[in-house]
């Protein structure tokens, strides 16, 4: 099935965020404060995961998408994917302390921030990836070569980057210590989604076209296995313990949970159940007990309790909230 998901998003006026609670009994809280990208308004929201209130909703860049946690907690960054930036947010004060430009590198979107305090991030307008080593404020770049390089997972080891390139059919696999790309992998027909074993050695893709999860080998780069999922898998994510990998299927608001050694579907738990709902990023709570899936359609954050295999709780956010973060440090105001 062929999805459109526009790109150019209407900006609305913002709204405070109120707790959503689902019957039943809740779930454990893992972490303190859920931060979202608010892609349809240009903010980002910290949200209280225990209580469900807004502590604050501050202004981005043009359609923050993905956000990445500092080594140390205290900060967040987020993409501009609709501009040539990157926001440093403070998470205490709950205050921008930087804007990052990353000219001529554009549209920035998969983020990661590494131990050494460098960002990793796909800059989808310029077919790169785009490194900023926050040290010494440098910024380079190393071109896939590609079209639609949009989202990045690297090693444990932090010397190799795999981007997934949706307009070419594609993953790039870069060697960050040579800053060069050593080759593309032919993935189905439009890999997006995309996620790294622990050990480094399998490199899950999801191609969402084809609704199928690729088993990869990171290394001799052998397809292992081509796993039948959920309609239109967006976004990958692995369990904390490296047992499951669970893909989001945006068409039919669902996920779909694998067996990582076993290669094989153990589970489909419903989410929304529907298309309306956008449901795209997925991100998993420190214990694996708790999964939070972001359904942008519905401006909100489904908490899923994993155990359970059920929706537990949802969170109101930002209009078109999309990027996931959690962390432990609460805003102070």
């Given at each position: 099935m062929?999805?459109?998901?526009?790109?150019?998003?209407?900006?609305?006026a913002c709204s405070?965020?109120?707790n959503g609670a689902e019957q039943g009994s809740r779930m454990p809280i893992v972490g303190d404060v859920l931060i979202t990208g608010n892609k349809g308004e240009d903010t980002v929201s910290l949200i209280d995961l225990e209580t469900g209130r807004e502590y604050a909703r501050l202004n981005t860049g043009h359609q923050p998408h993905e956000i990445a946690i500092s080594p140390d907690g205290q900060q967040a960054a987020v993409v501009a994917y609709g501009g040539t930036t990157i926001d440093i947010i403070d998470i205490a004060s709950a205050s921008r302390v930087d804007r990052i430009d990353l000219t001529p590198n554009r549209?920035?979107?998969?983020?990661?921030?590494?131990?050494?305090?460098?960002?990793?991030?796909?800059t989808e307008g310029s077919n790169s990836l785009t490194i900023v080593n926050l040290t010494d404020r440098s910024v380079s770049q190393i071109?896939?070569?590609?079209?639609?390089?949009?989202?990045?997972?690297?090693?444990?080891?932090?010397?190799?980057?795999?981007?997934?390139?949706?307009?070419?059919?594609?993953?790039?696999?870069?060697?960050?210590?040579?800053?060069?790309?050593?080759?593309?992998?032919?993935?189905?027909d439009t890999p997006?989604?995309?996620?790294?074993?622990?050990?480094g050695s399998t490199l899950w893709i999801a191609d969402r076209d084809n609704a199928l999860l690729y088993a990869i080998d990171a290394r001799s780069f052998e397809t292992l296995a081509e796993i039948p999922v959920g309609n239109f898998p967006i976004?990958?994510?692995?369990s904390p313990d490296g047992e499951t990998v669970v893909t989001s299927n945006y068409a039919d608001g669902s996920l779909t949970l694998i067996d990582a050694a076993g290669r094989t579907v153990t589970r489909t738990i419903p989410v929304s159940g529907s298309a309306e709902a956008a449901q795209v990023t997925i991100l998993f709570s420190d214990d694996g007990e708790t999964l939070y899936v972001a359904e942008t359609g519905r401006n909100q954050i489904a908490a899923v309790n994993m155990v359970r295999g059920e929706v537990s709780r949802r969170y109101d956010a930002g209009e078109d909230s999309d990027g996931l973060a959690v962390t432990t440090i609460r805003p102070t105001r």
């Open positions: 062929k999805l459109f998901i526009p790109l150019i998003l209407l900006l609305t405070p965020a109120a549209r920035p979107h998969g983020l990661l921030w590494l131990p050494d305090n460098r960002l990793i991030a796909t071109a896939t070569g590609q079209q639609g390089s949009h989202m990045v997972t690297v090693s444990a080891f932090f010397d190799r980057a795999y981007v997934a390139n949706m307009g070419s059919g594609t993953v790039s696999v870069i060697d960050l210590v040579a800053g060069e790309k050593i080759t593309d992998l032919d993935v189905g997006e989604g995309l996620a790294l074993s622990q050990d976004r990958v994510a692995i």
